[in-house]
Structure formats: structure tokens, C-alpha cells
């Protein structure tokens, strides 16, 4: 990913010290990052606006995160109107090109919205 001042863990070291703290907290092995998405309010737009209300009848972008165990930001995605779907604004972000190409490197917590994948953990529903 590019470099700035949110970085997602890219080197094997970075990578080692979050896994490491992640696994510290709740003894879950290889997880690199948690992701999840907010809604943030916006004015109506002029323009597209049924595309911005969202699920809870206002309108908003839909901004995805990720975070490391401190729960400081590692990507932030936050281009897509709030009635996108979380899953779409994952399967399109940067985050999960790069996990497509290095999920060997670590695994991603998410919530039921998320897909499970083989870089992706994601909750039971209905165990």
C-alpha cells in the first residue's frame, strides 16, 4: 500500500509486532488488522441523492476502516455513497486487493457483513 500516515502492516515486522498484540488481547493468532464500516452524516447532495440514504433512512458516506491492536488506523476507505454495502466497499478498497495477493501474511477480523475468506474472519451467525 502507499506510504503515509496511515499505514497498513506491510513489513515482517510490522506485521510480527501487530500479530503479536492482537494476540495478546484475546489469544487470536495472525490477525494483522480489524475492519469495519460507519455511516457518516452528510448533507443531502443535489445531485445522486437516494444513492447516499442509507439502511437507516439518512444520508452518509459509507467509511470503511481498519485498525491495529492499539486501535490506530491502518486504511481508510471512504469514497462510496451510504447505500453501498459494506462487502462491496471492502471488495473494492485497497485493503482487499492487497489481502488478495498476501493473505499467507495475516488475517483480517470483520463482522457478519464482511465475506469470510481465507484472510477474513468473520462471526458465526447462527452456531
Known amino acids: 500500500m502507499k506510504d503515509s500516515a496511515i499505514q497498513f502492516p506491510t513489513t515482517d515486522r510490522h ?3 501487530t ?8 489469544g487470536f493468532p495472525s490477525v ?24 437507516k433512512h439518512f444520508h ?14 491502518t486504511s481508510i476507505n471512504a469514497i462510496w455513497p451510504g447505500s453501498t454495502h459494506d462487502a462491496h466497499v471492502f471488495r473494492t478498497s485497497e485493503l482487499f486487493h492487497f489481502m488478495e495477493t498476501h493473505h499467507h501474511d495475516g ?3 470483520g463482522d457478519s457483513a464482511y465475506p469470510c475468506k481465507l484472510y477474513m474472519l468473520t462471526p458465526y451467525l447462527h452456531p
Open 15 to 17: 506485521r510480527h509486532r
Open 19 to 26: 500479530k503479536t498484540g492482537f494476540h495478546a488481547i484475546r
Open 32 to 55: 494483522i488488522s480489524a475492519v469495519d464500516a460507519t455511516h457518516v452524516r452528510i448533507q443531502t447532495p443535489s445531485e445522486d441523492e437516494e444513492q447516499y440514504v442509507n439502511r
Open 60 to 73: 452518509s458516506i459509507n467509511v470503511q476502516a481498519s485498525c491495529d491492536h492499539r486501535g490506530v488506523f
Open 107 to 109: 488475517i483480517l477480523l
